[in-house]
């Protein structure tokens, strides 16, 4: 069946650097997205970043738009979520989820990770 275990996370500085990891397995098509979703305290799970499985193509909400990156390694079923700048905003727990092709709402995403608290504060 799908899986998907997060790793990654932690505390930093504002300005500092974080990578996340999801290692994504059993999907039976190579046609899928997965989304990267960020849930603040207090506030609702939002999506910001995706990547399709099948061509790599990415898409980025723009509260990240060019501090965020995300990419992936098929070979190692592992996607990454690279985060520069972070900012005390950034605080929360990150989800990574997978979903049909060109999924962007949460509601069509069917499987989702753990979550890992990153927590940005001097």
């Known amino acids: 069946q799908v899986q998907l275990v997060q790793s990654g996370g932690g505390l930093v500085q504002p300005g500092g650097s974080l990578t996340l990891f999801c290692e994504a397995s059993?999907?039976?098509?190579?046609?899928?997205?997965i989304g990267w979703f960020h849930q603040a305290p207090g506030k609702d799970r939002e999506g910001i970043a995706y990547i399709s499985h099948s061509d790599g193509d990415t898409y980025y909400n723009d509260s990240v738009k060019g501090r965020f990156t995300v990419s992936k390694d098929n070979a190692k079923n592992m996607v990454y979520l690279q985060m520069n700048n972070l900012k005390p905003e950034d605080t929360g727990v990150y989800f990574c989820?997978?979903?049909?092709?060109?999924?962007?709402?949460?509601?069509?995403?069917?499987?989702w990770g753990q979550g890992t608290q990153v927590t940005v504060s001097s």
């Open positions: 989820a997978g979903g049909a092709a060109f999924a962007t709402s949460e509601d069509e995403f069917d499987y």
């Open positions: 059993g999907f039976t098509s190579d046609y899928y997205e």
